[in-house]
């Protein structure tokens, strides 16, 4: 599996990644979501913030809980 997989349907976008840490994951997806930003630009178009929502999920809870704080 490659580390970003993007699927459209509609007007609906999922961004998919994996990485050997919570700080990696998220260093993809903030480089994979420029990129969608730029695109966006290019074709007039915007996505609504409001209604977007990330959602992690690790094996690795420890990890996570210790970035929320």
Do not use: P
């Not at 840490?21 to 998220?26: I, N, T």
């Not at 997806?29 to 630009?41: D, G, H, M, Q, Y």
Request: hydrophobic share 40%; aromatic share 8%.
């Amino acid at each position: 599996m490659a580390r970003i997989e993007v699927v459209a349907f509609a007007d609906d976008l999922i961004v998919v990644t994996r990485g050997e840490s919570v700080r990696a994951v998220e260093n993809y997806v903030n480089a994979e979501l420029s990129k969608i930003t730029l695109w966006s630009k290019n074709n007039k178009t915007k996505f609504n913030e409001k209604k977007s929502r990330v959602m992690l999920v690790s094996r690795r809870k420890q990890e996570y809980y210790r970035l929320l704080k």
